[in-house]
């Protein structure tokens, strides 16, 4: 495969103070410090950062930076662009300080603008420190975790992943939408086309070292007032037990624990006639008096 994760994401937002306690108190992530453009870092694991949070107010997906594990295969997919007749654009000095990143290029897929890279900046002499008790997020080699887009196009789009990029199919519920590039069952999820006033993301999942970490959190955010869109449960394909809720933006985030793993040389593709083998059942609207 050419990529290898999910690396960082970044997110355009209105209100980056809601952000930023969001991020620490509810999620657990870690603020690991600001750009001179405004940029909020925000740390997940020994990286830098996983996610960027600039305050432009668009509240949506800014680009996804998809990881290549070196030079060599950084080059790869370069040429593999190219060769699907995806043109990019190389990183300025600017930007590739501002990914923290040592080299990167950027494209736009399917109204989806990606980001390709390699050698993210690593802070091994500064442990994590997460905003609350957590156990910690599951990551490594596995990345961020997986991400639902809203592309123009969603032919396209799988056209540029599993030949531009090098995914594989994970499994398919109302098609083939899902997708991995390592063991996480899967990273990348086609979920609805694009329309006016729709954001390009969907959602986004972090998954959590222990169930607890999970039922603490859904603790939270019912104390806080933060509106659920789903219950827990359990995901059919991957197997996580989570639930959805809303960022300060207004798209979605996945907060779960206890995904299963590929592993290329057995997996075969299934298909399942539902998301879910329980739960996820959206929160019932209460009627006003």
């Keep these: 495969m050419s990529v290898s994760q999910l690396g960082y994401l970044g997110f355009g937002v209105s209100d980056l103070d809601a952000w930023e306690t969001y991020a620490t108190e509810v999620l657990g992530m870690e603020v690991s410090g600001r750009a001179d ?8 694991d020994e990286n830098h950062q ?12 800014a680009y996804v930076g998809w990881q290549t594990r070196n030079r ?18 190389h990183a300025s000095d600017e930007e590739l300080e501002n990914r923290h990143v040592m080299d990167m290029v950027k494209f ?24 609350r008790g957590i156990s910690g997020f599951k990551t490594g080699d596995l990345g961020l975790g997986h991400l639902g887009l809203n592309p123009d196009d969603g032919n396209e789009l799988r056209r540029i992943l599993l030949d531009c990029l090098g995914f594989e199919v994970s ?19 086609i979920a609805r086309t694009f329309t006016p006033g729709r954001t390009r993301i969907d959602h986004f999942m972090v998954e959590l ?13 019912e104390d806080r007032g933060i509106e659920l869109t789903s219950r827990l ?8 037990i ?23 040389s057995t997996w075969q593709v299934n298909r399942y006639d539902t998301a879910s083998m329980w739960g996820h059942r959206p929160t019932p609207k209460i009627p006003p008096r």
Excluded: Q
């Design 72 to 89: 060599k295969e950084f080059e790869k997919t370069k040429a593999k662009l190219l060769e699907g007749g995806v043109e990019y654009e």
């Design 242 to 264: 989570s639930f959805y809720m809303k960022t300060p933006s207004g798209f979605g985030v996945e907060y779960g624990w206890g995904g299963r793993l590929v592993d290329d």
């Design 108 to 131: 736009t897929g399917s109204g989806i603008r990606m980001e390709v890279f390699y050698g993210p900046h690593v802070l091994l002499e500064e442990p994590f420190r997460a905003g």
């Design 209 to 221: 070292n222990s169930i607890n970490d999970v039922g603490l959190c859904l603790d939270i955010v």
């Design 37 to 44: 453009d405004g940029t909020l870092y925000l740390r997940m």
């Design 50 to 61: 996983r996610i960027s949070l600039h305050p432009n107010g668009h509240d949506d997906l």
């Design 233 to 240: 449960g359990r995901h059919t394909n991957d197997h996580m």
């Design 171 to 189: 499994d398919s519920i109302g098609g083939e939408r899902f997708f991995h590039c390592n063991a996480r069952e899967h990273t990348a999820v």
